[in-house]
């Protein structure tokens, strides 16, 4: 259909390792397990594609860590997908060779998303990284080599026993390569995890660290040519993760494999993150178990605000109708945090560091109490 979703995500979860601070839906090892679990996101495909627009914009192959499913059955995943204007595969740097980046070139990826986090040693044992510094450098030649002009290096920081000069010297390290695009995230440990039993008093510490560190990747990566434009993401001209972009405008986007979410057409749902009954669902021709929710148009209004506004382009007023009150806009504006710019609404340079604080402040109670 000419009007249907125009982004897809394929999940594919298998890592060698589970990272202590991981809370994505993935599997360990498991590779004889590769080629069945390719199988059913196919088969689940064929059930939901009919959702898809004839031309899909994007598609995003996510994990866990979608390199590390075994050559040949991420080669038969990548021919079936539908072609994009953006194809794009998460990797870690220990899996990429050059035999992997020319299988991803030849493809039709168009973009890799590289797992680098750090590029202190002793950071990246912190976080259990199978990689060390020369293995994401090595990465990152061998797409490079393979012909790919679009490169995203994802970092992390707040990482225990991290400052701001290693903070400055991973931002340097990744500069220097010069990806077309950035993603620079603070770190999250889940509560009760084992990530956060070990090193509790120190993410305590980091925590109060979070607003200098933001600080300092912002003004050195803008500084060194690369637009803000998304909280945690930066780019060269024209380089936005369009993917993602979907996410943040509000856009349906259609989710295959565990765990993955979808919202098409006013609904939301999300495939449990059972493998078992994923498997024996499609094995027998059923969408696999998933939980549903309608998505009340002012639910998905608001959803459009909050995620609008991490974006360094005005949210349509338009499309936000009843999520924002009129009463903390006029007090974000005389703050100057917010301001309406061509019928949209955008936070501030100051605004966007404030971030989250400031779009709670504009997000109505109600829809009653929208004034805009």
Aim: include cysteine; charged fraction near 25%; charge should be negative.
């Amino acid at each position: 259909m000419s009007d249907g979703v125009r982004h897809l995500y394929v999940h594919l979860p298998f890592c060698a390792h589970r990272c202590g601070y991981c809370d994505f839906v993935t599997l360990v090892g498991r590779r004889e397990g590769h080629g069945a679990y390719v199988d059913a996101l196919l088969a689940e495909l064929e059930l939901e594609g009919r959702a898809l627009a004839d031309s899909v914009e994007t598609v995003f192959v996510g994990g866990g860590t979608p390199t590390f499913t075994t050559p040949a059955e991420l080669a038969r995943l990548l021919a079936a997908l539908p072609s994009a204007q953006e194809v794009t595969v998460e990797a870690n740097p220990e899996t990429v060779t050059s035999e992997l980046a020319a299988l991803l070139r030849s493809a039709g990826v168009t973009r890799v998303s590289l797992g680098a986090q750090s590029f202190q040693p002793e950071l990246l044992a912190v976080l259990e990284r199978q990689a060390g510094p020369d293995a994401v450098r090595g990465a990152f030649y061998h797409l490079r080599d393979a012909g790919f002009d679009n490169i995203s290096l994802d970092l992390i920081y707040g990482i225990p026993g991290q400052s701001a000069a290693h903070l400055d010297l991973d931002l340097a390290e990744a500069i220097a390569l010069g990806p077309e695009h950035l993603s620079c995230y603070e770190l999250e440990a889940k509560p009760g995890t084992r990530f956060t039993f070990a090193h509790g008093g120190e993410l305590v510490r980091q925590a109060e660290a979070m607003e200098g560190y933001f600080e300092l990747v912002v003004e050195r990566l803008v500084r060194a040519g690369y637009r803000w434009y998304e909280t945690a993401n930066f780019c060269r001209p024209g380089r936005q993760a369009r993917h993602n972009l979907g996410y943040w405008l509000g856009e349906d986007y259609l989710g295959v494999g565990i765990g993955a979410v979808s919202t098409v057409g006013g609904l939301r749902w999300r495939n449990r993150p059972s493998l078992g009954g994923y498997l024996a669902a499609l094995a027998e021709g059923r969408p696999p178990p998933r939980e549903e929710e309608p998505l009340e148009p002012e639910v998905a209004s608001r959803e459009r605000l909050m995620l609008g506004l991490r974006l360094d382009e005005p949210v349509p007023l338009s499309r936000v109708e009843g999520a924002v009150d009129g009463a903390a806009l006029a007090r974000m504006e005389r703050l100057g945090l917010a301001e309406r710019r061509g019928g949209g609404l955008v936070l501030t340079p100051r605004g966007r560091f404030l971030g989250g604080g400031v779009t709670a402040e504009l997000m109505a109670e109600s829809p009653a109490k929208s004034t805009i």
